[in-house]
C-alpha cells in the first residue's frame, strides 16, 4: 500500500473519531447489526442511537468486539433500557439476538462495566405493561398500584417484575376477576410456583 494512501486511510480514520481500521470496521458492524435487529422500529431512534454511541465509546476505549458482538450488544442494550427505566428483563433482550444466552450477556456486562449497578425500573411500569398486556382495566391497575404502595416492605427484596405481577393478581381478585395465576405468571416471565409463594407471603403480612 503507497505511503501516501496509508497516510490519507490514518487521517480519514481519525476525522471519524477512531484510532485505527479496526476501530472503524468494528463501529460499521454494530451500525449494521443495530438496523438488522431493527432496534430503531423497536424502542425508537433516539434509543437506538444511545446504544450506537455507547458501542462507539466502548470501541474507541479498546474493547474488543469481535465474535462476542451480538452479546456485548445486547449487555448495552440491556443497561440503556434499564438506565430508562423500561420494564424489561435480561432474557426478553437476549431473545432479541441470534447465537447469544444469559450467561454470554452476563460476563459481557461484568467485564465492560465492572460492578456498576443499574437502576431497576420503577415497579408501577411493570404493572402498567402487564395491565396492558392482558387486557386489564384502569381499576384493576389502579387497585394494583396503591397495592404496592401499601405493601412496599414485604415486597422491596422481590424483582420488579414479581412485585408487579402479585399485585396484579391480587387486584384481580380484589374486583372478582377469576384471572389465573398462570397466566399473570406468564406475562411476567416468572413461573407459577414463583408467584404463588409471593402470593402467600403478601396475604399473610396484612
Not at 74 to 92: D, F, S
Not at 117 to 124: A, G, M, N, W
Not at 154 to 181: D, F, N, Q
Request: proline share 3%.
Amino acid at each position: 500500500m503507497p505511503f501516501e494512501y496509508r497516510e490519507y486511510m490514518k487521517n480519514w480514520i481519525k476525522k471519524k473519531g477512531f484510532e485505527t481500521y479496526d476501530q472503524y470496521s468494528n463501529y460499521k458492524k454494530v451500525e449494521k447489526l443495530l438496523n438488522d435487529y431493527h432496534l430503531a422500529e423497536r424502542f425508537g431512534k433516539d434509543f437506538s442511537n444511545a446504544v450506537l454511541n455507547e458501542c462507539r465509546d466502548l470501541i474507541t476505549r479498546g474493547v474488543r468486539f469481535g465474535s462476542r458482538i451480538n452479546a456485548i450488544l445486547a449487555a448495552v442494550t440491556y443497561k440503556i433500557l434499564r438506565e430508562k427505566g423500561e420494564p424489561v428483563i435480561l432474557n426478553e433482550i437476549v431473545g432479541l439476538f441470534d447465537d447469544v444466552n444469559r450467561w454470554d450477556v452476563i460476563n459481557c456486562f461484568s467485564e465492560i462495566y465492572g460492578g456498576e449497578k443499574i437502576p431497576l425500573p420503577d415497579v408501577k411500569r411493570y404493572i402498567k405493561k402487564y395491565i396492558t398486556n392482558l387486557s386489564l382495566s384502569e381499576e384493576i391497575e389502579k387497585e394494583a398500584i396503591q397495592l404496592y404502595e401499601e405493601k412496599k416492605n414485604i415486597l422491596r427484596r422481590s424483582l420488579p417484575e414479581t412485585s408487579a405481577a402479585t399485585c396484579v393478581y391480587l387486584a384481580c381478585i380484589e374486583h372478582g376477576m377469576g384471572i389465573k395465576v398462570k397466566d399473570v405468571a406468564k406475562e411476567a416471565k416468572i413461573t407459577p410456583e414463583h408467584l404463588r409463594r409471593m402470593i402467600r407471603k403478601v396475604r399473610k403480612k396484612k
